[in-house]
């Protein structure tokens, strides 16, 4: 028996080795591997650069990880929906109800541990409302979750009467405060290892690979006898939990419960999802690209929080974050 290891830049084709071409390194392949690490080795280059005596800190370390976990949950949850083409707009509505109704729990008395996996249960429930909605209708999902974010922004006004909710137990916001030797936050570790979760459902499950083959041709995925609506199900169901973790941990962070919460935050996880590789045609995309997209968006927000550039410009920075990199997909679509 032979000892030596096969070559994998050999392949065998009628028993001769038959040498594989190298990859040519052009533009496409470049982004394609190295294009989100790139934009976030330039926001950092520029930052240090800009602000050098506030950048170079732990505190700025931390700071950073924390405003970037919020983003980072609903990024993920988005990018399940875009994976298959769709979309989801109600993700900020999520994120503002579920906190909302967190809060009143523990405000009512339940201990906060069961108020968390409530509220965690309603985000997957209004999950399956929309995955049931774009089902059962058959509109695109833009449509239902236009509808559903109007829809659950609303009813947090209605149970919250318009005001924030405040007074639960201090234990559930010191312990999503708390840092981890110093420097990582507890939030940001959640919002790893849900994206080590379900980095793995994507990776090595079945329906993580059928979600993929949903996303790059519904037809070819019917004919192949995936279960089209069950997928889409389970889609919305993953964007709904993704979003109510998310409520929790801005729950968490804020130390209040606003009616207002995560307004135009859909348009952040968009631009993370975007950012980070998926693309925005289905079928394409990668957890670990959308954590790198979230984070990001929290350079860049906390960039301009500190170089004291108004708030309003970060809306503008983001809308043509998301311009500029579906134009740039579609530019690498079109190469490939």
């Known amino acids: 028996m ?83 083409a769709g979309i989801d707009l109600s993700v900020g509505s999520v ?23 409530l509220g965690i249960l309603l985000g997957a429930f209004l999950g399956f409302l929309n995955g049931m909605l774009v089902n059962v209708t058959g509109l695109h999902p833009f449509i239902i979750t236009l509808g559903t974010q109007a829809i659950m922004r ?17 234990s559930f916001s010191n312990f999503l405060s708390k840092n981890v030797l110093g420097i990582f936050p507890i939030v940001a570790l959640i919002a790893i290892a849900v994206a080590v979760i379900l980095s793995f459902l994507t990776r090595k499950t079945k329906v993580g690979r059928n979600i993929y ?29 993704c979003a109510g973790i998310a409520g929790i941990v801005l729950l968490g962070r804020v130390g209040s419960a606003e009616p207002a919460a995560a307004t135009g935050f859909e348009t952040y996880a968009i631009a993370a999802s975007i950012i980070g590789g998926t693309s925005f045609f289905g079928g394409k995309g990668k957890i670990f690209g959308v954590v790198m997209g979230g984070f990001i968006i929290g350079v860049i927000n906390f960039g301009m929080n500190l170089l004291a550039l108004p708030s309003t410009l970060q809306q503008v920075v983001m809308g043509a974050l998301i311009i500029g990199s579906v134009a740039l997909d579609r530019f690498v679509a079109r190469k490939r």
Do not use: C, R
């Open 213 to 241: 083959a949903l996303g790059g041709n519904k037809d070819s995925a019917w004919y192949s006898g995936i279960n089209v609506n069950l997928h889409t199900l389970i889609v919305f169901i993953i964007s709904g939990i």
């Open 2 to 84: 032979s000892n030596k290891k096969a070559n994998p830049a050999k392949a065998v084709d009628g028993g001769v080795a038959v040498k594989k071409p190298k990859e040519k390194l052009t533009f496409n392949v470049i982004w394609q591997k190295y294009g989100t690490f790139g934009i976030l080795v330039l926001l950092l280059g520029i930052l240090a650069i800009a602000k050098p005596e506030n950048f170079f800190s732990t505190a700025t370390v931390t700071q950073i990880l924390a405003q970037s976990s919020v983003n980072i949950l609903i990024a993920m949850g988005e990018f399940f929906a875009i994976l298959i």
């Open 95 to 117: 994120v503002a109800l579920v906190g909302m109704v967190t809060a009143k729990l523990m405000v009512a008395g339940v201990p906060p541990i069961l108020a968390v996996l």
């Open 154 to 170: 609303g009813v947090t006004l209605i149970v919250s009467n318009s005001s924030a909710v405040f007074g639960f137990p201090a």
